[in-house]
Nanobody, 121 residues
Framework: QVQLVESGGGSVQAGGSLRLSCVASGYIYCTGWFRQAPGKEREGVVSISGNGLTSTAESVKGRFTISRDNAKNTLYLQMNSLKPEDTAMYYC??????????????????WGQGTQVTVSS
């Protein structure tokens, strides 16, 4: 069982930046960030494997960067040039290996409690 705890959400104006963190209770190969806005399905934002291979949704390419510190079992999401449409609850997720790259579909075993990101125009 892996426990995930996110932090770093908040409110920011459009064009601003936020950094999310997620501390895991142990090492696990696949980790990722997902988000869910009210009335919408949960969507994958960006994922990273234990080997550093990333997958990024088109909607955030060039603006969001994922990284992880395996020694600290910590996952990060740097979000720049934020837009109002980025407003959502952001979740950290983890699962065992699914291949070299980690999926952006929400078939992950472990989930954090979520942290709210609100971007105002």
């Amino acid at each position: 069982q892996v426990q995930l705890v996110e932090s770093g959400g908040g409110s920011v104006q459009a064009g601003g930046s936020l950094r999310l963190s997620c501390v895991a209770s142990g090492y696990i190969y696949c980790t990722g960030w997902f988000r869910q806005a009210p009335g919408k399905e949960r969507e994958g934002v960006v994922s990273i494997s234990g080997n550093g291979l990333t997958s990024t949704a088109e909607s955030v390419k060039g603006r969001f960067t994922i990284s992880r510190d395996n020694a600290k079992n910590t996952l990060y999401l740097q979000m720049n040039s934020l837009k109002p449409e980025d407003t959502a609850m952001y979740y950290c997720a983890a699962r065992s290996s699914a291949g070299w790259y980690c999926p952006l579909t929400p078939n992950y075993n472990y989930w954090g409690q979520g942290t709210q990101v609100t971007v105002s125009s």
